[in-house]
């Protein structure tokens, strides 16, 4: 079904108006969260023990290597939260535009108590376990 078809068809949308706003408030208070530990992981950085100990003089290889190592954890998680804020404002964009809740995919709807566990769910179940099927090993390093 094309993507415009599938909007006309939604007219009616499968959440009633109470569970849109529980997932809405849920949706809004994760965003929150999410951009309070983005600023205080970016603001602290120079703060934590791993700014001290990397800009100590001297230092051994020892400390340099745990510096280094909590330099890289503290921006993988930063590009960790990034990603799930993105992901909270495309389906608060999507609540916006009257797609929430019915998959990217074929169209059909998904369940409330799937969004009650993952808000910001594009798909569902099966398209879902579909797209990890076909890409779970793309990230997996080769020779």
């Not at 503290?74 to 804020?85: F, G, I, K, S, V």
């Not at 569902?124 to 779970?136: G, L, S």
Request: aromatic share 4%.
């Amino acid at each position: 079904m094309e993507p415009d078809s599938r909007r006309a068809a939604k007219a009616g949308m499968a959440l009633s108006d109470k569970q849109l706003a529980e997932l809405s408030s849920r949706l809004e208070a994760r965003r929150r969260e999410l951009a309070g530990e983005v600023q205080d992981e970016l603001g602290d950085t120079e703060s934590r023990e791993f700014g001290a100990l990397s800009g100590a003089l001297p230092g051994d290889s020892g400390d340099q290597s745990v510096a280094d190592q909590q330099a890289d954890l503290n921006l993988t998680m930063t590009d960790r939260h990034a990603e799930a804020l993105a992901a909270v404002d495309a389906a608060r964009e999507r609540i916006r535009q009257g797609t929430y809740g019915y998959c990217i995919d074929c169209g059909t709807e998904i369940g409330y108590e799937r969004l009650l566990a993952y808000p910001t769910a594009e798909r569902c179940i099966e398209d879902q376990e579909r797209v990890e099927k076909t890409y779970a090993h793309e990230g997996t390093p080769s020779l």
